[in-house]
């Protein structure tokens, strides 16, 4: 069988082990990127349409952005297409907001087509999905890659520091609450874009920082003994910020959601109920004072990602649903 694999990201990423995986699996592989490395909705649609472009009915695209999954089953629609589509990760929010509800509706007729395949990053996710959009979807569950060995540190604490990162779904109104209650802890707050903040609630033990390199990012990190990640949805997020502080040997006290539930179990590290600010404060001080057993849980967790969370187990997870996609085993090509 004829068939060519469209590997397609929404940024810029020379030598991704994905692409380098397929490739090394199927004859035909095309890889197509960000030239631009923005983030913007018309980036990602001339990526989606240029993927679908170069698409032919018997080929497969995987997606490495869910949005550009759905985006490329729309433009197929519109090109005549019958291409088959992988979605890696499933982000999509449970909010009632107008936005969310138009979004929600491009996902539920894209997913539940027999040309799509996905994956999420739990069951009770899955399931969550589901009821959102109204479907009866089998999903793919495959958790994120563990690809931090060049970070990996050894466990050291570096005394009342607390550190709390990223952008994507975090709490940061909980964060800044539970700073002002520990005034004898120091806190660097890192937000990953431009955040605004209200100067009321910036206390004299937070540290703030926007929009900075990602290794200034990990440096400050590292820098702290324990990554306090709280959550306002659902949906897949804080991983990448989790896996970082798991190679850093630093326990993660992260909020409790269908998604963290998978990674941080009580021999992992932490997980507080949503919108808890008493409980984190709570936590927070009991690891602080509690080095042995924060170090345990850190080791504990980077062991269990080193071993479930391979770069070849996931590319393995992708070309099996491009078989299954195609309607063929792997053997008929040999």
């Given amino acids: 069988m004829k068939y060519k694999v469209i590997v397609l990201f929404d940024r810029l990423v ?56 759905v985006l490329c089953w729309w433009i197929s629609l519109l090109l005549f297409r019958r291409c088959r589509i992988i979605a890696i990760n499933i982000l999509l929010k449970d909010k009632n907001s107008f936005k969310n509800r138009c979004v929600s509706i491009m996902y539920k007729y894209a997913l539940r087509s027999g040309r799509t395949e996905a994956t999420v990053s739990s069951e009770s996710f899955a399931q969550m999905l589901n009821r959102k959009l109204k479907i009866d979807k089998s999903y793919t ?34 964060a800044f609450r539970v ?8 806190f660097s707050f890192v937000h990953t874009g431009s955040a605004r903040y209200s100067p009321d609630a910036v206390s004299p033990n937070i540290r703030l920082y926007n929009n900075i390199p990602v290794e200034e990012f990990i440096d400050i990190q590292r820098r702290c003994s324990i990554t306090y990640l709280p959550l306002l949805t659902e949906a897949p997020a804080g991983l990448i910020v989790m896996y970082q502080a798991a190679a850093l040997n630093q326990l993660v006290i992260m909020s409790d959601t269908i998604t963290t539930r998978e990674y941080i179990t009580e021999e992992r590290g932490c997980l507080v109920p949503m919108y808890d600010s008493d409980k984190a404060v709570e936590r927070i001080r009991y690891y602080l004072e509690n080095i042995n057993e924060r170090e345990l849980k850190s080791r504990t967790l980077k062991a269990y990602l080193r071993e479930n969370c391979s770069e070849s187990a996931y590319v393995d997870t992708i070309n099996r649903l491009i078989f299954k996609l195609l309607d063929i085993n792997e053997s008929d090509l040999q």
């Fill in 14 to 69: 020379p030598g991704h082990f994905l692409y380098e995986g397929l490739k090394r699996r199927h004859t035909k592989t095309l890889f197509i990127d960000n030239e631009k490395d923005d983030a913007s909705m018309c980036s990602w649609l001339k990526g989606a349409f240029r993927a679908v472009r170069h698409s032919r009915n018997s080929d497969v695209i995987v997606c490495w952005s869910d949005i550009q999954a």
């Fill in 141 to 174: 569950i495959m958790k994120d890659v563990y690809k931090y060995a060049e970070i990996e540190s050894p466990f050291a604490d570096k005394g009342r520091k607390v550190f709390v990162g990223g952008s994507n779904g975090r709490d940061w109104e909980a």
């Fill in 179 to 186: 700073a002002a209650t520990m005034p004898d802890v120091e």
